[in-house]
């Protein structure tokens, strides 16, 4: 059965700081990796999608991938309320279909 | 243009209606997925279409049924259902099966 985990949260930061969300995933052979926000009765609404090892910036956003450790991470800079929100981890292997985690909410204090 | 619509936006229906959701995309996206969500709960793979046809059914009853009737669209029609199914109901689409999915805004359905 291949897993993601995430920490449901609620996962509080104040405004202007560093939010960091993880997800750890439990098949080896994964190769895909994404990080999809929804807001509460909206659709998943796609951030940022990584593939290999390290680091992917994307504005306020970076996305770092361990594969050894089989651990991926979405980092926001500079928090904003507009953050706030349920952020999903989604891994796919070659040819197989998304598997999400259960999502983390994050909430950005003012 | 990463745009999926899906229409209706809303959905109330009784048990032993007959109705329909529809999807479009004109990426040129050549994989088509219907999820189920519940609250709190992450998206649920129902359907997959690769390339205009259907390669994953997870499982789910036959008063769902998909159709795919083109490259751009896709349907999913509804009969008999049981207010269980009560969820928001999305469609995504994706370049290939690997690939990103891009979801649309999803139905609310609401079975009375």
């Known amino acids: 059965q291949k897993e993601v985990e995430q920490n449901s949260g609620p996962l509080s930061v104040p405004e202007g700081a560093i939010a960091s969300l993880n997800c750890t995933y439990s098949?080896?052979?994964?190769?895909?990796f994404f990080w999809y926000r929804q807001y509460s009765g909206k659709s998943p609404e796609l951030i940022m999608f990584i593939y290999s090892n390290g680091d992917k910036e994307d504005g306020r956003f970076t996305a770092q991938l361990n594969k050894a450790s089989q651990y991926v991470s979405l980092l926001i800079r500079d928090s904003q309320p507009s953050d706030s929100a349920t952020y999903l981890c989604?891994?796919?292997?070659?040819?197989?279909?998304?598997?999400f985690g259960p999502g983390t909410r994050l909430s950005v204090l003012p | 243009d990463t745009e999926v619509t899906q229409t209706p936006k809303h959905l109330v229906m009784g048990m032993t209606n007959k109705k329909s959701l529809k999807c479009e995309q004109h990426m040129g996206h050549r994989a088509m997925y219907w999820y189920k969500q519940k609250a709190k709960k992450p998206p649920e793979l129902m359907f997959v279409y690769s390339y205009e046809k259907l390669s994953i059914n997870e499982s789910v009853p036959s008063r769902f049924s998909p159709e795919c009737p083109n490259s751009s669209l896709l349907n999913l029609h509804l009969h008999a259902l049981q207010p269980e199914d009560s969820a928001l109901y999305l469609c995504?689409?994706?370049?290939?099966?690997?690939?990103?999915?891009?979801f649309g805004p999803g139905t609310r359905l609401t079975v009375t």
């Open positions: 995504a689409s994706s370049l290939a099966g690997d690939y990103e999915q891009y």
């Open positions: 989604a891994v796919t292997s070659h040819g197989q279909n998304f598997v």
């Open positions: 098949d080896r052979g994964s190769q895909s």
